[in-house]
């Protein structure tokens, strides 16, 4: 019965006896008590002085005061130097600085700093001497940190060894929510290792050697791998929006577009310093952040104030080829080069080079002829500046020595790419007449594994080149050109894709490069040439008039046209197929196989993926619903050494003919299995018909009713249009003419 | 073979009916119309006129000598299919979107809509397959659909249960006597309409489509499940191939969403599947719209396809269909054809 005013008691009214002394409120007022601002944030603690009398005493402060300036403003003032009974200083002055920001730079930058031969000074903040120096604070016996006993790892290359020993390759799909892992099996349904739903926010992402794959959260980065699919790190970079690794997985870098803001109560990685910046350097093996930087504002483009400086340029820290530097563009002025792992800047200075646009790190580590010195190269360009050139430079690290340079006038862009050996810089160069009414385009090609790393001058192309892809690890490029500037017009201009290759030469030596073909009045846009070189994928991508995918073999086996016989090419198209609404392409790692999907980030139209092999022969096909990614994993690179895959090479035949065998069995067994699963439907379909008719029989004969519903109505109805019985019925013969002209024709006789 | 175009009609078709024998095509449209064809050559017999609203839904009586049908102006009406006279008008609160005779035409179902108030109902009619007599005005029975409204509804195997596909998706089966709901049970995805129910010849089991781009076979008696067609558009009709063990489903980009995608995005397909192996084995192209209902042939000849577009696509089955069979339908056919040797 619920409380009413008629019968409370009377010690439920008695409110006034109430002793407040009585409850113990200690727990809640060390929980909700105001934390006063200390003041003392703007103060710091020297220690380690040297003993002085009150003579020597403001020439001490006065040398202490040079040091103290070096990281904010001090005056003779705001240094209290207390003195000991005996008139010596007690070693030790108070300092007051005139923000707390630069008192924390000052614990930051001095401590630790020699102050002479003897002395070392050692600076805190006065409110972490409080905090951790009064009694009690810090427990007086050391204990020793437990270490945790050592636990074996999982295996993270564990995905190289294929349970079916098909040596698959795994990919990545992310469709909906889910993002998934499958092994590859070519015509068949993907076999499925792990699928979850909101695995990741936004995409996710292999590092380069397939080692983790990458999700990405509002709160960070999370890296998953092993068999088992674990977590196995955290990089906690708040809003987040882009990751690029390193490309021996040592080091990343992650960068958010909304700068850092490090709350009041900490951040579990990141400190204070990190507050306000926007990309972060992260070491790999300790998840622990290594260097911050702010983001920088891009100049706009001087010329023209229409064209808006692009968004970020990303990747904005590009990694050299062995992970031992990371460099950063300051367009205009200079290339900061950092090193690694300690994040300083090389040199302690920034590479100046003045107008610098671009620059692009060898994808491998260089081997010139002739320098047998460690080094990394790095290619930049810089415009025309006056009455100086354009110039493209090609730069050493650590020696900072420009190896090659080139002069170019009349240039009105640059681009730079690298085969990814660092055998040969493509330099793709956009002229304007004098008039700026023409455009061409030439390629300059820098041998750069040749003595003096000549340069060639491929070719001038009037077109604008809108494309340029060299082959992986070979020496033949494809590019593609169109006649006029993609611009604002509704329907892509026809283009045309040109294939170079060098000439043959004696001995070892690459000839010149030459013109092989070009295929006119094609709508591609994009090439994807093989991981593996060789094949080349020429496809129209994310247009929405043509999807078309054309297949080359540049070494085809069959016969050479007699005007390309000094070439080191047979080009051959070997098949073209069609993914209406395709939005990107990727070889898988072992060069066997082509992805091509439409995501749903681009559009909602018949969104899927499709499979070919090499050839361009289609495999398979699926339309999911809300398909956004796919990527394969990618591999390590091998551990044969040249021989050992010259010996595979040798005995292919050999081999294929083990795993064709297989490849036959396999299917043949898959196909027994799909027959006896279709004789096991069929069967029950027969019996479940067979007992249903039977039923039905049955319960027609219980209600008393006739086996066939109408046959009697129609009798019926039969007997009422039926004139009369026994009069003979006229059969009317109903005769239908059909004439259909196949094909007209007119002649003209004479 | 090539189809036959039926262009007869000025809007989008909504269902086409063969008669029994097959060798006519009842169709009804938008446009207030119900046309009769020639099922082997497309010549127009007639038109049945009346109607004040599109017409939803046709059926035609085991004789071929009555025909009922169901219109937005909130009628059923029942016509003479040989002089093509209106012999009885019922009316109702709302359109009637479906209707169906049992198997010996004695009685007809209709479903009305859920509108203005009124809860969607499954009504019940007494008929006498006769020209000359007077119908019954008085509804036998009235199936009150209060969870969700039927969208489609028919008459089992010696219309012992009636069988309605609701809006949300779930399937119910009612005693065809009393109009008790027996079973209700969701079939397809939750919230995605059924769009479309169509009987074996026998009526022991059925065919569903449905928004959530599935069809699904199901079995008369206790509604399982028996087969399950999934296709990648929402489907708008599903029919069951007689002689055949084939199904055709017809579907497409909704109506609305059309003008805004290409003709090959629409999927404006009727797709062939095996009926026991779930298989697709064909599509035939032709209509520019979404296919709004698909007919088959009760003599196994062909089919019948009514578009978005306003057009019947009518086609005759060639000599590949009859042939196809799977290996192990030929083994089994072999088998029978020894034992009975």
Not at chain 1, 65 to 76: A, C, I, M, P, T
Not at chain 1, 231 to 254: D, I
Request: with cysteine.
């Amino acid at each position: 019965m619920a409380p009413s005013f008629d019968h409370l008691r009377d010690e439920d009214l008695d409110e006034e006896d109430f002793d407040m002394d009585e409850v113990d409120i200690s727990d809640l007022r060390e929980k909700y008590e105001v934390q006063l601002e200390q003041g003392y944030d703007t103060f710091v603690v020297v220690d380690g002085l040297p003993e002085v009398n009150a003579d020597q005493k403001p020439k001490l402060v006065k040398f202490l005061l040079k040091k103290l300036n070096s990281v904010g403003r001090v005056s003779e003032d705001s240094v209290y130097m207390p003195m000991g009974d005996n008139g010596l200083s007690l070693r030790f002055a108070f300092v007051e600085y005139s923000s707390p920001a630069e008192a924390a730079a000052a614990v930051r930058q001095l401590d630790f700093t020699p102050l002479d031969k003897k002395h070392t000074l050692r600076v805190n903040k006065m409110t972490d001497v409080d905090r951790y120096g009064r009694e009690g604070r810090i427990e007086e016996e050391y204990t020793a940190p437990k270490i945790e006993e050592f636990q074996e790892k999982e295996h993270l290359r564990s995905f190289m060894a294929d349970p079916s020993e098909r040596g698959r390759d795994q990919f990545v799909m992310f469709r909906g929510e889910t993002v998934g892992v499958f092994w590859n099996n070519e015509k068949d349904q993907p076999e499925n290792i792990v699928d979850r739903q909101q695995w990741t926010e936004t995409f996710v992402q292999w590092s380069p050697q397939g080692t983790y794959l990458t999700s990405v959260h509002a709160q960070g980065v999370l890296l998953w791998g092993g068999a088992s699919w674990a977590r196995l790190r955290r990089f906690p970079h708040p809003f987040v929006n882009l990751v690029a690794f390193s490309p021996n997985e040592k080091y990343m870098v992650t960068w958010s577009n909304r700068p850092i803001s490090i709350p009041d109560s900490g951040h579990p990685a990141l400190s204070l310093d990190d507050d306000g910046k926007n990309y972060v350097i992260w070491d790999l093996e300790t998840s622990k952040p290594l260097r911050s930087f702010a983001q920088q504002d891009t100049p706009a483009t001087g010329d023209d104030p229409a064209k808006k400086p692009a968004k970020f340029p990303w990747p904005a820290f590009k990694w050299s080829a062995d992970d031992k530097y990371v460099a950063r563009l300051n367009q205009g002025t200079s290339i900061s080069v950092y090193e690694l792992p300690k994040m300083n800047l090389m040199d302690k200075t920034a590479i100046k080079i003045e107008g610098v646009m671009d620059f692009e790190w060898a994808p491998a580590t260089p081997r010139r002829d002739g320098v047998k010195t460690y080094e990394q190269l790095f290619c930049f360009w810089t415009p025309e500046i006056g009455s100086n050139p354009a110039r493209v430079g090609l730069m050493s690290i650590p020696s900072k020595q420009i190896v090659r340079s080139l002069n170019l006038f009349s240039v009105s862009d640059v681009k730079l790419h690298w085969q990814s050996d660092s055998a040969y810089i493509c330099v793709k160069v956009d002229r304007h007449s004098k008039s700026k009414k023409s455009q061409a385009t030439t390629l300059e090609i820098f041998r750069v594994k040749e003595k003096g790393v000549p340069v060639e001058v491929v070719d001038t192309i009037k077109d604008t080149v809108i494309n340029f892809a060299w082959e992986p690890k070979g020496d033949r490029f494809v590019i593609i050109t169109t006649p006029e500037p993609v611009g604002a017009v509704a329907v892509a201009p026809k283009t045309s894709v040109a294939f170079f290759c060098p000439e043959k030469a004696k001995g070892n030596a690459i000839g010149n490069f030459k013109h092989l073909r070009t295929l006119d009045k094609k709508n591609s846009n994009a090439i994807y040439w093989s991981p593996k070189g060789r094949f080349v994928v020429v496809a129209a991508i994310a247009n929405t008039q043509s999807s078309d995918l054309d297949f080359f073999d540049v070494d085809f086996e069959g016969e050479k046209p007699e005007g390309e016989k000094d070439l080191t090419a047979n080009l051959q198209l070997m098949n073209t197929s069609e993914h209406y609404g395709m939005t990107d392409i990727e070889w898988d790692p072992s060069g066997r196989y082509v992805a091509t999907w439409a995501s749903s980030w681009k559009h909602a139209m018949e969104n899927g993926y499709h499979l070919y092999d090499f050839r361009g022969e289609l495999l398979r096909e699926e339309a999911i619903e809300k398909f956004k990614q796919w990527s394969w994993r990618p591999r390590p690179a091998t551990l044969l050494t040249k021989e050992e895959q010259k010996q595979i090479r040798k005995n292919l035949r050999e081999y294929s003919r083990v795993f064709e065998q297989e490849d036959a069995d396999r299917i043949s067994s898959a196909d027994v299995a799909v027959v006896e699963a279709r004789r096991r439907l069929l069967l029950e379909w027969v019996t479940w018909r067979e007992s249903m008719e039977e039923e039905l029989v049955e319960d027609r004969a219980a209600l008393g009713l006739p086996e066939d519903p109408v046959a009697e109505l129609l009798r019926q109805k039969t007997a009422a249009i039926t004139p009369a019985a026994g009069e003979e019925q006229e059969e009317q013969v109903v005769e239908e003419i059909m004439e259909e002209v196949l094909e007209e024709s007119e002649e003209i006789v004479n | 073979m090539r189809p036959i175009l039926l262009a007869g009609h000025e809007r989008a078709l909504t269902q086409i009916k063969y008669n029994p024998d097959g060798d006519l095509i009842f169709s009804v449209s938008k446009d207030q119309q119900i046309c009769v064809w020639f099922a082997h050559n497309g010549e127009r017999l007639g038109t049945y006129r009346g109607h004040q609203g599109a017409i939803w839904t046709i059926d035609v009586d085991p004789t071929s000598t009555i025909l009922a049908s169901g219109s937005a102006d909130n009628t059923i009406r029942l016509w003479d299919i040989k002089t093509g006279k209106c012999l009885k008008t019922w009316d109702f609160p709302t359109a009637v979107k479906r209707v169906e005779f049992n198997e010996d035409g004695t009685k007809l179902l209709g479903v009305t809509e859920k509108r203005m108030g009124h809860l969607g109902t499954i009504v019940v009619l007494d008929i006498e397959i006769d020209v000359e007599a007077e119908q019954s005005d008085e509804k036998v029975m009235t199936i009150v659909c209060d969870e969700s409204k039927a969208t489609v509804a028919g008459w089992s195997y010696l219309s012992k249960y009636i069988i309605a596909g609701h809006e949300d998706g779930s399937v119910s089966q009612y005693d065809g006597k009393t109009g008790d709901l027996l079973y209700n049970i969701p079939i397809h995805e939750l919230n995605q309409p059924i769009t479309d129910l169509q009987w074996s010849q026998d009526r022991t089991y059925f065919i569903t489509a449905s928004k959530d781009k599935t069809s699904k076979l199901i079995s008369a008696k206790d509604l399982e499940v028996l087969k399950s067609y999934t296709a990648d558009t929402p489907l708008n009709s599903a029919a069951i191939t007689p002689k055949k063990d084939f199904v055709i489903l017809g579907g497409g980009q909704a109506a609305m969403d059309v003008t805004t995608t290409a003709a090959r995005q629409g999927k404006f397909e009727a797709r062939f599947y095996h009926k026991i192996f779930e298989d697709e084995i064909g599509r035939v192209r032709g209509h520019f719209g979404p296919l709004n209902t698909v007919a088959a042939d009760p003599t196994g000849k062909g089919y019948a396809s009514g578009g978005e577009d306003g057009y019947v696509r009518v086609h005759a089955f060639d000599k590949g269909y009859y042939d196809f069979l799977y290996e192990v339908e030929r083994e089994r056919q072999n088998r029978l054809a020894a034992a009975s040797a």
